[in-house]
């Protein structure tokens, strides 16, 4: 600790310069004038030298420009400060310092959060930059740490209620002043000893919020393994503070990468897993197998997501939160927030008790139902989210067999309606700054979480029949067997105690939800997706025709035609999760063309999927894979269909096929192929493989070099193709990638698939099937180096 605080304290050399004081006036030139000292304090800052704390300057100083500047007198308590706190003081005096620094920043805290800056107006520099100028950041951070400070072998201890104010300052001067989180975050021992202060309920609150934020905006993510005895430190937790541990935990297990983003190229996703390969697991998913290691906690947060409203804490444990989050910027809009809808219920219940003679009870008293309700919502927003993000981790199988033992399914379904899905009231929750269909509001975002979990849990996992309750599995085995087809054998190998109760399964509950939801709303994109990920894998007949008999092709048909739905992503969703349901299936072909019953309604789907083929492409591959299986077939009702059905006949033309292949190949390069469009590359291919089992490749081929010369740009479409193709052949020949997905979709041996792209790539000009051969000399372009620049 830099200076001596004694001489600092002491009358008899109060008006004397420290040595450091005269050292750092020298090398200014002679004592600062007023006017620079805070820019002298700024460049020490950012230097490590020259004038950096309070200390470093006498009282009276500080008093005489104080008067002028008005700092509040927060450096001269800062002096102070230095001077109560060396290792051997009481710190009683500290604490009381602390206490008359405190209010000066949290107002000014809570003025900036809610917009209304006339306090922090009133002043050149706020409060919290004093503070922090003046080296209270850094004295707080010592303070804090002196437990890990031994003396003559027994360790320093402050007290809950000191670690408290610490924490509060310092979290006030985080959200005012920029830079100071960044600044703590390089503090690496630092955001790993305030781990240590969760241990007390007194302090948690505070902690937890400020290792969010600074976890938030560290560059390099922290080691959840180094934190000291981990697992007893979650073990220990209850479940209110296991749901707010959740929220920096958010933080610590997902990715920081944005390879995972759709947007993101393939180039860069597979330079950086080559990376990853060379470095080993990466920080996230060594943070996901320590959490996993933690005996129960999986189970815990399966409990609290399906915990009801009426299971959890009581009224005077919430209230206690609730007060402590009123000093927590973040969280006091949320208490605004939630205050507001209990005036109203309590005004509401005054009057209805007013009106019928009976007692009104306080809000005091009995806290209201809605309050509740949010608070449920809140922690299960965070829970969800992580345990979304552990069924998409490396350990995938180990949660989802944890997640099916401790039966989250069947609770999220008890929830569904009065929780998860429930009806807005008139003073549903709206944040500050946000509106009710805002995606920021705790209903909508717990909903969206609800949805990507629902999608996880059942993408390509045979858990995804615990979706289902016995009478609808019995439905399925049904189908199975007046189609005269074996029955799915994960149906048959589903553990049936772990399903769904009630009337209704989860599954038919998000069915019954999507086809009500408005137009405009924002859900049908995630509603559409989690019910595709169901059909998703190995086409099942059985499951397919469990969501036609509920309606589905009708719903999607009217949001893709009737109410010529605009929003790209919500199409997309929609063609998908259509492709799906359709592929094979007789059954589904004769209900499309009986809702598309005349020309007008099936130029108006055609446009839709014209608009766009990165969003359409899924379903153009499934119609023609389909197409290609049912002309194979004999039998009378796939005749019928044959003959009748709009969109087969329009798919079974050449020139319709051309039309799509050359605009698929045309619409993407290896420098812009993303996980979202890579699907145009796979349809394409799945086209030229059906022209190949029908010998029909060098006719397509031919067809292509035609389309190129009409437009006047001989070779651009097949010297695109052939790049794309061997990108193809590094992306999924890598002994990393999972061939199953290409497989599952197509019904075709990823054999077929490596075959066909190396038939295409043939260096022989004298092959008929090679693309090389259709690209004359001078527009011969295929051995670009497509390594991303």
């Not at 619409?667 to 993303?674: A, D, E, G, M, R």
Request: some cysteine; charged content about 25%; glycine content about 4%.
């Amino acid at each position: 600790m830099a200076a001596a605080p004694a001489a600092a304290g002491s009358g008899a050399s109060r008006g004397r310069r420290s040595a450091a004081t005269e050292a750092a006036w020298g090398r200014w030139g002679g004592r600062p004038r007023p006017g620079n000292i805070l820019l002298q304090l700024r460049q020490g800052q950012l230097t490590g030298r020259g004038l950096i704390r309070a200390v470093q300057f006498t009282e009276t100083f500080l008093a005489e420009r104080d008067k002028q500047s008005k700092w509040s007198g927060i450096p001269q308590l800062l002096l102070k400060l230095y001077a109560t706190s060396h290792l051997h003081s009481d710190f009683v005096e500290c604490q009381n310092i602390l206490k008359e620094i405190s209010p000066l920043l949290s107002m000014e805290a809570m003025a900036f959060v809610t917009e209304e800056r006339k306090l922090t107006q009133e002043t050149t520099y706020p409060n919290t930059y004093i503070f922090d100028l003046f080296g209270g950041v850094d004295l707080l951070v010592e303070i804090l740490m002196r437990p890990t400070i031994s003396i003559r072998g027994q360790k320093l201890k402050i007290s809950d209620e000191m670690s408290k104010d610490c924490l509060s300052i310092l979290y006030n001067t985080c959200v005012c002043t920029e830079g100071v989180t960044k600044r703590l975050a390089e503090k690496n021992d630092f955001v790993i000893f305030l781990f240590t202060l969760m241990t007390s309920k007194k302090t948690f609150l505070q902690t937890a919020t400020l290792i969010e934020d600074i976890l938030g905006v560290k560059k390099e993510m922290i080691r959840l393994d180094e934190v000291p005895n981990l697992s007893t430190l979650v073990s220990n937790f209850d479940q209110q503070q296991l749901a707010n541990f959740c929220r920096i935990l958010a933080v610590t297990i997902s990715e920081m990468d944005t390879g995972n983003d759709d947007k993101h190229t393939l180039l860069a996703k597979n330079a950086q897993q080559k990376k990853s390969l060379s470095l080993g697991p990466s920080a996230a998913e060594i943070n996901q197998a320590a959490l996993l290691s933690i005996p129960g906690f999986v189970e815990r947060l399966c409990k609290l997501a399906t915990r009801k409203v009426s299971e959890s804490t009581g009224t005077a444990s919430f209230l206690q939160e609730l007060e402590e989050w009123y000093t927590w910027l973040d969280n006091a809009l949320v208490l605004d927030a939630l205050m507001r809808v209990a005036n109203e219920e309590s005004e509401h219940n005054q009057g209805a008790s007013e009106e019928n003679g009976l007692p009104h009870t306080s809000t005091r008293t009995q806290l209201p139902q809605s309050m509740k309700i949010m608070h449920e919502i809140m922690y299960k927003l965070e829970v969800l989210y992580v345990l979304c993000v552990l069924l998409m981790g490396r350990q995938r199988n180990q949660v989802h067999r944890m997640i099916a033992e401790f039966k989250l399914i069947p609770g999220l379904n008890n929830l569904f309606d009065k929780l998860i899905w429930r009806k807005h009231s008139a003073s549903a929750l709206v944040l500050h700054g946000h509106n009710q269909n805002c995606d920021c509001s705790p209903d909508i975002t717990l909903k969206i979480q609800f949805l990507r979990l629902l999608q996880s849990f059942s993408d390509h996992h045979e858990n995804k029949y615990l979706l289902l309750n016995n009478q609808e599995l019995n439905e399925l085995s049904a189908i199975s067997l007046k189609a005269n087809i074996p029955e799915v054998e994960a149906v048959l190998n589903t553990d049936r105690s772990l399903v769904c109760d009630g009337k209704r399964g989860l599954l038919t509950r998000l069915l019954q939800v999507m086809k009500k939801e408005p137009a405009e709303s924002s859900f049908r994109f995630w509603q559409a997706r989690a019910v595709e990920s169901f059909l998703r894998g190995t086409t099942s007949y059985a499951d397919q025709m469990f969501l036609l008999k509920r309606g589905l092709l009708e719903h999607i048909l009217y949001c893709i035609v009737d109410s010529e739905c605009k929003s790209r992503d919500v199409l997309q969703s929609y063609f998908d999760l259509l492709g799906e349901l359709m592929k094979f299936n007789v059954d589904a072909f004769k209900r499309f063309n009986k809702y598309i019953n005349t020309d007008a309604k099936f130029q108006v789907f055609l446009k839709q999927i014209n608009s766009s083929l990165v969003d359409s492409n899924m379903l153009v591959r499934c119609v023609t894979l389909s197409l290609d299986r049912f002309e194979n077939q004999v039998d009378m009702k796939v005749a019928e269909v044959l003959s009748e059905c709009r969109l087969l006949a329009y798919i079974s033309q050449v020139p319709t096929q051309m039309s799509f292949l050359f605009r698929l190949i045309n619409i993407i390069h290896v420098q812009t192929l993303t996980q979202e469009n890579v699907s145009c590359l796979n349809t394409s291919l799945v086209i030229l493989m059906l022209a190949r089992r029908k010998e029909r490749l060098p006719l397509y081929l031919r067809l292509l070099q035609r389309m190129e010369h009409s437009k006047k740009y001989p070779g651009f479409l097949l010297n695109n193709f052939h790049n794309l193709l061997r990108f193809w052949q590094q992306h999924y020949l890598h002994k990393d990638k999972d061939s199953t997905c290409l497989e599952n979709s197509s019904c075709i041996s990823f054999s077929y698939w490596k075959e066909t792209v190396s038939i295409l790539l043939n260096p022989d000009r004298q092959s008929p099937s090679a693309l090389v051969s259709y690209i004359e000399e001078p527009y011969m372009d295929i051995d670009r180096d497509f390594t991303e620049e």
